[in-house]
């Protein structure tokens, strides 16, 4: 394994994998929009290569020298107005063009837990479009399936800090999120085990512990040392929420609430990885949270 091209450098997760790739040594360029904008602190020694995807050919040799890709390239909040489609598929499957007429050894992309079974929702639809593609390549490769990450949880805690946190059903669905870091950690483990192998993978990733949603709560309000006040809705409201949203609301707006009202009604829990702590993660945030009041 020698040069990893970076996708989504810049975002959550993208930062995390380059973090952990200069700590154990792995030789990475990173794939950003704004070189300037990345290449500042930590990152002023990263190798970055700017990229923008509405020119033709955007790619044209810079994956020469270079041998596995990982991408997290996908919308989270939708500030662009570019869709999910625009996104999670199409750009990904530029890089995947170009990936198979180089030498690109290994493709490894995150996805979403239970995102297979997601079908109505249009974030899902992206990316699994996307995995089909990628599964059907010359190109060897690896889905991972995050249960959500610890950034993810932030609305608990901004719910907590407004004196209520609000549930669907009994609370009681679970869920094992994990750290951008971890997450980051484990994903070169595996690229670096699977390195040789020449089958196509997914993997379902989620965090050191498995937590109700009750549970998540209760630690977002023990973070902000604040009395524990949650209140439960029915699920039918969920529900109804979802079908209003679907129908009455754009779908570039109501994405990011479509994706998160269908993960609220499943447990979202699997294997467990990673160290990191939920309440640490809180109690962080928590004073990220104070000090802007």
Known sequence: MSKIAIFGASGYLGKSIVRAA????VAVVAFVRDRQGFQQGEFADVETRAVCFNKNKPLSGKLDDCSGIISTLGITKQKDGLSYDEVDYRINACILREAEITSIEKFMFV???????FKDVALCKAKERFVRELSVSTVSSVIIRPTGF??????????????KVHLFGSGEQKLNPISGDDLAIEMLKILQNDWESKSNRSINIGGPKTLS?????KLAFLALKR?????????WLRKLSLMFGRFFIPQKL????????????EDMNT??????????????QALKLENRT
Do not use: C, N
């Open 22 to 25: 200069i700590e154990k040594g």
């Open 111 to 117: 996805s979403v837990y239970k995102g297979d079974t």
């Open 150 to 163: 610890y950034s993810d949880m932030l609305d608990f805690l901004k719910m907590a800090k407004s004196g």
């Open 213 to 217: 949603h009750r549970q998540i709560a």
């Open 227 to 235: 009395p524990i006040i949650i209140k439960t809705h029915p699920d």
């Open 254 to 265: 109501f994405g990011p609430y479509e994706f998160f009202l269908t993960a609220m009604g």
């Open 271 to 284: 294997d467990e990885y990673g160290t990191q702590s939920l309440y640490v993660f809180f109690k962080q």
